[in-house]
């Protein structure tokens, strides 16, 4: 896919309405919502994703984060909890998202793909004519609690940009972003969207100066590429 010259956020770990509001005011074009997981921050109740997912306004879009793999149970925990978006944070049979989209028509299908290397490109390229958009992580599948999101660390970007020329569909980047790298993260990756958690963070809580950051950056950058 060809880069976009306006960087869509998503600003993922959302706790509370509270939060969800500020991240919309800031601009924030989606927000993420972890359900159970075997490792990582953000959890929150599914009663608190349906609460937020609700108040959600138009335009914006709600991500479910689940790590379920069997396509009955992601369809029974997307109608509990209602968002417009299911983030899959680990590996599903290809048979999953064909029974997805067939029992839940309009809502959007995000893949997560652990960036370890080279080879995560071939899984890239199998996987994006399926789903509606691909998010590029940091996770690690193959340890005996599987790792599958919010690390803090950074990937190799070089894979990252590798894959959003070979697919069709749009691209989220996410690990280890900062106000600080995010920058040179649209410069090398061209997404079409950064997918923040623990970097607009501080002691758990989503802090309003970072944010405020974050969106600077991503306008400036968005002034150089409409400049050249």
């Known amino acids: 896919m060809q880069a976009v ?12 309405p509270d939060e969800a509001a500020l991240a919309v005011r800031y601009g924030a074009s989606a927000l993420g919502l972890v359900s159970a997981m075997p490792s990582g921050p953000g959890v929150i109740a599914e009663e608190t994703i349906a609460e937020i997912a609700t108040r959600v306004p138009p335009g914006i879009a709600s991500f479910l984060l689940t790590s379920l793999q069997d396509a009955d149970a992601i369809i029974a925990q997307q109608r ?27 809502i959007g299908l995000v893949q997560v793909i652990h960036v370890s290397g080279p080879e995560s490109l071939d899984e890239a390229c199998a996987i994006a004519p399926h789903v509606d958009a691909l998010l590029l992580d940091s996770g690690n599948q193959s340890l005996e609690v599987k790792d599958l999101g919010g690390t803090g660390r950074v990937h190799d970007w070089r894979v990252s940009r590798a894959i959003r020329e070979a697919v069709d569909v749009p691209l989220y980047l996410a690990g280890g972003l900062t106000p600080l790298n995010i920058g040179e993260a649209i410069r090398q990756v061209g997404p079409f969207g950064l997918d923040m958690c623990s970097g607009v963070r501080t002691n758990g809580r989503l802090d309003e100066a970072k944010l405020a950051q974050v969106m600077a950056a991503v306008r400036g950058e968005e002034k150089v590429w409409e400049a050249q």
Request: with cysteine.
């Open 80 to 106: 509990r909890c209602r968002t417009n978006t299911l983030q899959l944070v680990d590996r599903v049979e290809v048979s999953v998202y064909a029974r997805l989209r067939a029992a839940l028509p309009g």
């Open 5 to 16: 010259a306006r960087t869509r956020v998503k600003i993922c770990c959302i706790s509370a």
